[in-house]
T-cell receptor, first 117, second 111 residues
């Protein structure tokens, strides 16, 4: 149980286009999901907390108009990178908590490799 | 907020040796300490975790120790195998707060 999927796994786009990444909890409901960004050989950098039915909470330094987050249902959160530029190229990972379980364990999606040309 | 320091950044061992990764945290109220293993290009996977009411936890070749007084916790891997090669992240959190991750340790196990 507690499986999180992400789609797409890999995307290559031209500079200036927008890219949408989906994060789904497959066998549990997640009122809260998290979006991370990871550069090569670096740690996970929390970008924002996605709350079902309300606005996302962004970490300091993360542009909310650049990285649009929508959490429309208890099993789906989307991250849209708007007007992508080469510096947005990175590995984006989502995670979710299963609140029916005790503890704070997070379940991660497989990640999306974004390359902006 | 919480600050998690992780050392070393890189650890190279021979197959069969033990590996130890150490983390310190700053917030004495933190009570949950997970360890994740991330293989190249893949998702972080929880390998073991410990809560503040326990000093040590073991699962086969992996163990985690926690010293609340000193605010540090460590991951111990015994009889390392090449498939243990990966990046390991520690994290600390309190209550329902989002975990703060360490910078990661790249473990290389040479056959």
């Amino acid at each position: 149980g507690a499986v999180v999927s992400q789609h797409p796994s890999r995307v290559i786009c031209k500079s200036g286009t927008s890219v949408k990444i989906e994060c789904r909890s497959l066998d549990f409901q997640a009122t809260t999901m998290f979006w991370y960004r990871q550069f090569p050989k670096q740690s996970l950098m929390l970008m924002a907390t996605s709350n079902e039915g309300s606005k996302a909470t962004y970490e300091q330094g993360v542009e909310k108009d650049k990285f649009l987050i929508n959490h429309a249902s208890l099993t789906l959160s989307t991250l849209t990178v708007t007007s992508a530029h080469p510096e947005d190229s990175s590995f984006y990972i989502c995670s979710a908590r299963d609140h029916t379980r005790t503890g704070n364990e997070q379940f991660f999606g497989p990640g999306t490799r974004l390359t902006v040309l | 907020g919480e600050n998690v320091e992780q050392h070393p950044s890189t650890l190279s061992v021979q197959e069969g040796d033990s590996a130890v990764i150490k983390c310190t945290y700053s917030d004495s109220a933190s009570n949950y300490f997970p360890w994740y293993k991330q293989e190249l290009g893949k998702r972080p996977q929880l390998i073991i975790d410990i809560r503040s009411n326990v000093g040590e936890k073991k699962d086969q070749r992996i163990a985690v120790t926690l010293n609340k007084t000193a605010k540090h916790f460590s991951l111990h891997i015994t009889e390392t195998q090449p498939e243990d090669s990966a990046v390991y992240f520690c994290a600390a959190s309190k209550g329902s707060y989002i975990p703060t991750f360490g910078r990661g340790t790249s473990l290389i196990v040479h056959p």
